[in-house]
């Protein structure tokens, strides 16, 4: 498959998750889905930490984090099963 296609299907998988509510989603995918999406979009986490750092904020980095070895392709990939998944259900 070529970069090309996976790229399409990494935008048709965001506007699809962009159509869905945060309330139906559990908060672990939420967190899932954010994490693949960050590391597909821009790659490895750089820590910046600020002074408005709070929980919500550190759920997010650590989950970001846990994914960071990942390269932005299987990123992309990851995002895309999860909203497959979904979708099947």
Do not use: C
């Not at 984090?65 to 990123?75: G, K, P």
């Amino acid at each position: 498959m070529t970069t090309k296609d996976l790229d399409t299907r990494f935008q048709e998988a965001v506007a699809i998750a962009s159509n869905m509510t945060q309330a139906s989603l559990p908060q672990d995918v939420q967190l899932r889905l954010y994490a693949f999406y960050k590391q597909a979009t821009f790659g490895s986490l750089s820590f910046n930490h600020s002074e408005s750092y709070d929980l919500r904020n550190a759920f997010k980095t650590n989950a970001w984090f846990q994914i960071s070895h990942l390269s932005v392709e299987e990123a992309k990939e990851q995002y895309i099963e999860i909203i497959n998944s979904l979708l099947e259900k």
